[in-house]
C-alpha cells in the first residue's frame, strides 16, 4: 500500500513546490501506472513512496506519505528499504558502485537483509533466469549496456521480495524484448500482494499491464482511473502526455464516421479490433 495524503513537496533548490496536495492511495496489489510530461514530477512521487525524500534528498513538505504501513518521514530509510524496492530512471546511478559482479551485485542487498546463504543463491540464481541475465552474472555492472544495467538493477530490487515496488521508466533503455521481459517478471508478481507505482511513457504497455492510472501535470494529479478511460481522455495532449496508436486509429476513423457510435475509443489492441470489426459491420 502507499498513500499519499495532502502530500506537497519542494525540494531544498525549488522556487515553487513540485508536488501539490497529492492525496492518492494505492492499495495492496495493485499496479498503479504514472504518466505525465518531462518534469511533471513523476520521479519525485516515486521518491516520496520510496523514501529518498525526504531522507535523502531533504526539502520542504507537508502532509503525510505511508508506504507498506509506515509514515516514511517518521521511518529510518534503512528501515523503509526493507520493505519498498526502488528501480531509479538512470541504472547506472543505482549499481553500488562497490561490487565488481552483477551476482555480487545482487547479493548486496540481500547480506544486508541477513537472508541466509542457500536462499540468497536460490533467489539470486532465480532471478538472473527469469530476467534472462544469467550469462552476465560474473560480469562487472559497469560492463554491462544501459539495458543491461537497467535489468540488472531490476533483478537486484526483486530479489529482495520488496512488499511495494517504484518503477522509473524501468525498460527506457530496453529493446522490445527487454521490455517484453520486464513486464513479463512483473506479471509474475501480479497476485503476490505486491503493490507497483509504475512510471512508464510507452502507454500501450500500460494499458495492458496497469490496473489504474496517473495523470500527473505540474506538481498534480489531473486524471486518476482505470487505463481504458484515463488513456483515451482527449485531455491528454494538453498534458503533455502521448496517446496510444489505438486511440489515434480511432479517433480519425471516429472524425470520418467510421467508429461505431456510443463505443469508447480503444487503448489496446483487442478492443481496437473489436471496434474496428463492428464498423466494418455496420458499413457492410
Ligand atoms: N534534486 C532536485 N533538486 C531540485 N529540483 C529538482 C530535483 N529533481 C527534480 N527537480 C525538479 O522537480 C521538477 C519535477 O522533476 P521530476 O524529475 O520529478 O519530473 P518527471 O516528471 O519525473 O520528469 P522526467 O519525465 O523528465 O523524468 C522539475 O522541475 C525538476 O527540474
Same mark, same amino acid.
Given at each position: 500500500?502507499? $498513500?499519499f495524503s495532502? @502530500?506537497?513537496y519542494?525540494?531544498?533548490?525549488s522556487?515553487a513546490?513540485?508536488l501539490?496536495?497529492?492525496?492518492?492511495?494505492?492499495? $495492496?496489489?495493485?499496479?498503479?501506472?504514472?504518466?505525465?510530461?518531462?518534469?511533471?514530477? #513523476?520521479?519525485?512521487?516515486?521518491?516520496?513512496?520510496?523514501g529518498?525524500i525526504?531522507?535523502?534528498?531533504?526539502?520542504d513538505f507537508?502532509g503525510?506519505?505511508?508506504?507498506?504501513?509506515?509514515?516514511?518521514?517518521?521511518?529510518?530509510l534503512a528501515?523503509?528499504?526493507?520493505e519498498v524496492?526502488?528501480?531509479?530512471?538512470?541504472? @547506472?546511478n543505482q549499481?553500488?558502485?562497490?561490487?565488481?559482479?552483477?551476482?555480487?551485485?545482487?547479493?548486496f542487498?540481500?547480506?544486508?537483509?541477513?537472508?541466509?546463504?542457500?536462499e540468497?543463491?536460490d533467489?539470486?540464481d532465480?532471478?538472473?533466469?527469469?530476467?534472462?541475465?544469467?550469462?552476465?552474472?560474473e560480469?562487472?555492472?559497469? $560492463?554491462?549496456?544501459?539495458?543491461?544495467?537497467?535489468?540488472?538493477?531490476?533483478?537486484?530490487?526483486?530479489?529482495?521480495k520488496p512488499?511495494?515496488l517504484?518503477?522509473?521508466?524501468?525498460?527506457s533503455?530496453?529493446d522490445?524484448a527487454?521490455?517484453?521481459?520486464? @513486464?513479463?517478471?512483473?506479471?509474475?508478481?501480479?497476485?503476490?500482494?505486491?503493490t507497483?507505482?509504475?512510471?512508464e511513457? #510507452?502507454?500501450?504497455?500500460?494499458?495492458?499491464?496497469?490496473?489504474?492510472?496517473?495523470?500527473?501535470?505540474?506538481?498534480?494529479?489531473?486524471?486518476?482511473? $482505470?487505463p481504458?478511460?484515463?488513456?483515451?481522455?482527449?485531455?491528454?495532449?494538453?498534458w503533455?502526455?502521448?496517446?496510444?496508436r @489505438?486511440?489515434?486509429?480511432?479517433?480519425?476513423?471516429?472524425e470520418?464516421?467510421?467508429?461505431p457510435?456510443g463505443?469508447?475509443l480503444?487503448?489496446?489492441l483487442p478492443?481496437?479490433?473489436a471496434?474496428f470489426t463492428?464498423?466494418?459491420g455496420?458499413?457492410r
Amino acid at each position: 500500500m502507499i $498513500e499519499f495524503s495532502r @502530500f506537497s513537496y519542494a525540494y531544498p533548490t525549488s522556487t515553487a513546490p513540485v508536488l501539490r496536495d497529492i492525496e492518492v492511495a494505492i492499495p $495492496e496489489g495493485q499496479v498503479c501506472g504514472l504518466v505525465g510530461a518531462g518534469g511533471a514530477g #513523476k520521479s519525485t512521487l516515486g521518491y516520496a513512496a520510496a523514501g529518498l525524500i525526504p531522507h535523502a534528498l531533504g526539502g520542504d513538505f507537508t502532509g503525510r506519505v505511508t508506504t507498506a504501513g509506515r509514515v516514511v518521514a517518521d521511518t529510518p530509510l534503512a528501515e523503509v528499504v526493507t520493505e519498498v524496492g526502488l528501480v531509479l530512471q538512470n541504472p @547506472f546511478n543505482q549499481i553500488s558502485g562497490a561490487k565488481y559482479s552483477v551476482r555480487a551485485e545482487l547479493a548486496f542487498g540481500l547480506e544486508n537483509l541477513g537472508v541466509a546463504r542457500t536462499e540468497m543463491v536460490d533467489r539470486i540464481d532465480g532471478m538472473l533466469e527469469r530476467l534472462q541475465i544469467a550469462h552476465l552474472a560474473e560480469r562487472s555492472p559497469y $560492463e554491462l549496456s544501459g539495458g543491461q544495467q537497467q535489468l540488472v538493477a531490476l533483478a537486484a530490487v526483486l530479489v529482495m521480495k520488496p512488499r511495494v515496488l517504484v518503477l522509473d521508466e524501468p525498460t527506457s533503455q530496453l529493446d522490445p524484448a527487454g521490455s517484453r521481459l520486464v @513486464f513479463a517478471a512483473l506479471e509474475e508478481l501480479r497476485g503476490t500482494g505486491i503493490t507497483v507505482l509504475l512510471i512508464e511513457q #510507452k502507454l500501450e504497455q500500460l494499458a495492458e499491464y496497469a490496473d489504474r492510472v496517473l495523470v500527473l501535470a505540474e506538481g498534480s494529479v489531473r486524471l486518476d482511473g $482505470e487505463p481504458e478511460r484515463v488513456l483515451a481522455d482527449p485531455r491528454l495532449p494538453e498534458w503533455g502526455v502521448g496517446t496510444t496508436r @489505438f486511440t489515434d486509429a480511432a479517433r480519425r476513423a471516429a472524425e470520418l464516421g467510421r467508429w461505431p457510435a456510443g463505443r469508447d475509443l480503444p487503448v489496446t489492441l483487442p478492443t481496437a479490433v473489436a471496434g474496428f470489426t463492428e464498423a466494418l459491420g455496420e458499413t457492410r
